[in-house]
């Protein structure tokens, strides 16, 4: 089952987590890199990428940090999640960020690395 | 989830930018917790003030909303970087005081309240029992839904910001009646202090989903409180306890004992002592400023101490006279900001910062860049005053 939160169209290769993403404590807003050292994608950049991560945790602000991440062109192209949270729903909304929420064996079968494309208008939207 | 007519036109843009902006926030929102409509809602309070944590992006944001949104119901709004009658006693740099002054222009300007606090419930009476809100300060959306009888999601900034705009939120599961806790979080702790709480709010929120049930407990006191919905509301999406010593038996049930503190503990304690002090995250009401100088008489504190306060309650204490003992013990007592993401403690100048607060550890370890000392208030007046 994948539900639609933020229309749109990306292409591009998954960055996973199995970690939550507290994105006002975790995230630099500026280059999009992970620098909270207790997630399995420390040091790495988010952005261009198709984030593909359980869902967001922590300040409402972590709103603010997608869409700084957006102005700054450190976002992610799209964002992937199991569950639906306000902080990114919101902050993916108003960046135009892509979002769609999928189920927890879909969200199992995603591979980091690979190449996919999402595309909220097609009838599958996930390839 | 289903518009109105009124506002999809307002969605395709009919109404202007801003509220276009607006809805298109709560119909993602919307979707996100299986809303079926919008519902109309009597305050929203804000988050996002901070010039540290919202960025040139975000003051530039709200610059150019605040030239044509208003809000259209009671709005609060959250702590920024600093307090303005004390910024001259800090070595901040020019710039973040002018984007700051900015970012405070533009909630004013779109007629928001200049609380400046991350505890609107110390500030004003809760509304009538299961009157809806939206609050995206996470230790106040707790608050509101645990405590205060109210209801709220557990909202983001721009969710908040687009209730107080058109005066609704989505009508999700939390804003409805039978949400009943799927887990029970057994406390095990003997006596424990504000420090224990918010440990255990912190634990709750790794492993709670939307809503838990806390059995073990009685009777916290609101400092407690306090440190419960700051520690929970900083690890996780859950938006709601309850304290309740029934035994469910469908519910999954789960202890928090000395080895799950100890865990956590360690995670967010990382130095033996700190170069200053800070209370007051969640702000400080009333009450613990009545505490704490009860606690500081005849005491003097051997390090820097800032205590932070919403501007309402210091005006409260000030005319009660706690501010006295608190002060002349070398406290700064400072308002309109607090220990998360403040400028005012510079990683450059400050190793390690000694707190009581589970929320300010997490926050001064990851955003601001320091060290943590994390011991409950006896023991920083017993260690930290002569």
């Not at chain 1, 984030?51 to 940090?65: D, N």
């Not at chain 2, 010039?51 to 702590?79: C, H, M, Q, W």
């Not at chain 2, 908040?160 to 949400?179: C, V």
């Not at chain 2, 440990?199 to 006191?221: H, Q």
Request: hydrophobic residues 35%; negative net charge; glycine residues 8%.
């Amino acid at each position: 089952m994948t539900k639609v939160i933020v229309q749109g169209k990306a292409k591009g290769t998954v960055l996973k987590t199995i970690n939550p993403i507290n994105f006002l404590g975790a995230v630099d807003k500026k280059t999009g890199i992970i620098h909270d050292q207790k997630y399995d994608i420390f040091e790495k950049s988010i952005k261009d990428s198709i984030l593909v991560f359980p869902h967001g945790i922590g300040s409402s602000v972590g709103a603010y940090t997608i869409y700084s991440l957006k102005n700054n062109e450190s976002a992610p192209l799209a964002m992937i999640c199991k569950k639906a949270d306000l902080t990114v729903s919101s902050g993916c909304a108003l960046a135009n960020i892509p979002m769609i929420v999928i189920s927890e064996d879909e969200f199992d079968s995603i591979e980091n690395g690979k190449d996919i494309q999402i595309d909220t208008e097609s009838e599958k939207i996930l390839n | 989830m289903e518009l109105t007519k009124d506002e999809q036109a307002a969605l395709n843009g009919d109404k202007g930018e801003a509220l276009q902006t607006a809805y298109r926030i709560l119909l993602a929102t919307g979707e996100a917790t299986n809303a079926e409509k919008l519902i109309p809602i009597k305050w929203a309070h804000l988050s996002g003030v901070n010039y540290n944590t919202i960025g040139d992006s975000g003051e530039e944001f709200l610059r150019k909303l605040s030239e044509d949104a208003k809000v259209t119901i009671k709005s609060t709004v959250n702590p920024m970087g600093f307090d303005f009658d004390h910024v001259s006693e800090y070595n901040l740099d020019e710039e973040f005081i002018e984007k700051q002054r900015s970012i405070r222009d533009s909630y004013i300007k779109m007629g928001v309240e200049p609380t400046f606090s991350c505890t609107p419930y110390d500030i004003y009476d809760l509304p009538e029992k299961d009157t809806q809100v939206s609050f995206a300060e996470s230790n106040a959306a707790i608050f509101a839904n645990s405590l205060g009888g109210i209801r709220t999601n557990k909202e983001s900034a721009f969710s908040a910001l687009a209730s107080a705009i058109t005066g609704k939120s989505p009508y999700s599961d939390l804003r409805k009646d039978g949400n009943e806790a799927q887990m029970t979080i057994r406390m095990k702790l003997e006596n424990p202090n504000e420090l224990d709480f918010g440990l255990l709010g912190f634990f709750a929120g790794k492993v709670g989903d939307t809503s838990v049930r806390i059995s073990g407990v009685s009777e916290p006191d609101r400092r407690s409180c306090k440190a419960l919905c700051g520690g929970m509301g900083t690890s996780g999406t859950c938006a709601k306890f309850q304290f309740s010593d029934e035994d469910t038996s469908s519910s999954e049930k789960v202890d928090f004992g000395k080895e799950e503190m100890n865990k956590i503990f360690d995670e967010l304690n990382t130095s033996e002592k700190g170069d200053l002090i800070t209370l007051g995250s969640p702000q400080l009401g009333l009450e613990e400023l009545s505490d704490l100088s009860k606690m500081l008489k005849g005491k003097s504190f051997r390090k820097q101490c800032m205590i932070f306060c919403s501007r309402a309650v210091q005006h409260q204490a000030r005319s009660l006279k706690y501010t006295d003992e608190i002060e002349r013990a070398g406290c700064d007592i400072l308002s309109d900001c607090c220990t998360c993401l403040t400028p005012l403690i510079d990683p450059n100048e400050t190793d390690s910062v000694t707190t009581n607060s589970v929320k300010g550890a997490y926050y001064l370890k990851n955003s601001t860049g320091v060290d943590v000392n994390l011991k409950p208030l006896s023991k920083i007046i017993e260690e930290d005053t002569q």
